[in-house]
């Protein structure tokens, strides 16, 4: 015999209370109808219901909260024979039909199906042999077994209900737990996506603050100096310059607004890719620096975010090589030759450099191209001028 898995429902006041009145109510039913014939009848009657009564509530929440098989046992055994006796010695007056029926109920409650019914048809045993007991007849005695076994079934059932629907109650109950704590859970991931989303937004806005105010603001510097380096020997040329200085830092204030008001990419996002780089380096070109642009394979468009880190990738590099490399040679390449893979290779023929430090433009660039599954490798050493790989999807 294992004990049950079956929830108790409210072991404390309600079941007692209600064993308590269905068996003080069958006593009430038999003393109204019974005159013992003896004193002695009636004390033993009454302390056998006491000690019934006891066992039904005290011994019935020690075995709840620890239904082991031997408590489950002595228990029933104890029940069992305690209400036997009440029924033998009550001599069929009043509803001692009351007094076993508690305990079909509380089987329901600790013991597993099998051994619930075996426990029922017991009580049934018990109840018919103690009526048997002082009619001394058999037929009498089974006459009542219909009426007890309607009994037991009704309790049974009530009870099989009464513990489901406390099961799905307290099943509710977790699951409603369980959804605050999700809920707490999503506020919480709410906020860390916002955090994040907010770190990536910054993170954007000073990349395209770099890598597009500071080229235009590099270029018309490089350009102003130029126009004050050949201003006496050349004014027709030094003019030309300033006249594109002047474009520049108009279209340098027009990024600005777009930067502003779209808080989006990017310089001239509806060109085409390879108009946009021609563009650069025409309005960057230089009288001492020589600038190329060539493409290799058929040119296919990227999707704009792709096409976005190429260009950035070129305008960075275009503007580091004005600004530091003393280059008389810059080059971009673009390789449409693989049909799952663009390749973009930037040159100069520039001073070079031993030691690459990550600045804000080259953290720039890996963090866009991290985000379009590309990667990039960098050759250089002092002297020989600087090489940038770049492959992207598509």
């Known amino acids: 015999m294992e004990p049950t898995n079956r929830q108790i429902i409210q072991t404390g006041s309600s079941i007692n209370l209600a064993f308590a009145i269905v068996v003080m109510a069958s006593y009430l039913s038999i003393f109204s109808s019974y005159q013992p014939e003896s004193m002695q009848v009636l004390v033993w009657l009454t302390l056998i219901g006491i000690a019934y009564i006891s066992v039904g509530v005290y011994g019935f929440s020690y075995v709840a909260h620890q239904p082991t098989r031997s408590t489950i046992i002595a228990y029933f055994i104890c029940q069992m024979t305690l209400g036997a006796i009440i029924v033998y010695l009550s001599r069929g007056h009043g509803l001692t039909l009351l007094i076993l029926l508690p305990l079909a109920g509380q089987s329901v409650l600790l013991l597993c199906n099998y051994w619930m019914y075996v426990s029922a048809l017991l009580s049934a045993v018990v109840y018919v042999v103690a009526i048997q007991g002082y009619t001394q007849n058999w037929n009498e005695a089974l006459s009542n077994l219909p009426l007890y076994a309607a009994g037991v079934f009704f309790i049974m059932i009530f009870t099989q209900v009464a513990v489901g629907e406390e099961q799905a109650r307290h099943e509710v109950n977790r699951l409603i737990g369980d959804l605050e704590a999700a809920n707490a859970r999503l506020r919480e991931f709410a906020t860390q996506v916002e955090d994040l989303t907010i770190t990536k937004e910054r993170n954007r806005m000073a990349r395209e603050i ?97 096409s976005v880190t190429l260009f950035r990738a070129a305008q960075e590099a275009f503007s580091n090589t004005r600004k530091h490399a003393s280059a008389t040679f810059f080059s971009v390449h673009i390789d449409y030759t693989d049909p799952q893979v663009v390749n973009m290779t930037i040159q100069d023929d520039g001073r070079g450099t031993e030691k690459i430090e990550g600045g804000f433009g080259l953290i720039g660039l890996r963090e866009r191209l991290n985000l379009v599954n590309g990667n990039c490798e960098i050759f250089t050493s002092k002297g020989e001028g600087f090489t940038l790989q770049i492959s992207v999807p598509g």
């Open 210 to 306: 770099h890598d597009g105010l500071g080229h235009y603001l590099t270029t018309i510097n490089m350009q102003i100096q130029a126009a004050s380096a050949v201003m006496e020997r050349d004014p027709s040329t030094a003019r030309s310059m300033l006249e594109k200085a002047q474009n520049l830092s108009q279209e340098a204030l027009q990024e600005v607004r777009r930067s502003v008001n779209t808080l989006r990419s990017s310089v001239e996002e509806s060109l085409p890719l390879k108009n946009r780089i021609d563009r650069l380096l025409q309005d960057g070109s230089d009288p001492g620096l020589k600038t190329t642009f060539t493409i290799a394979g058929c040119y296919r468009e990227l999707d704009s975010q792709k």
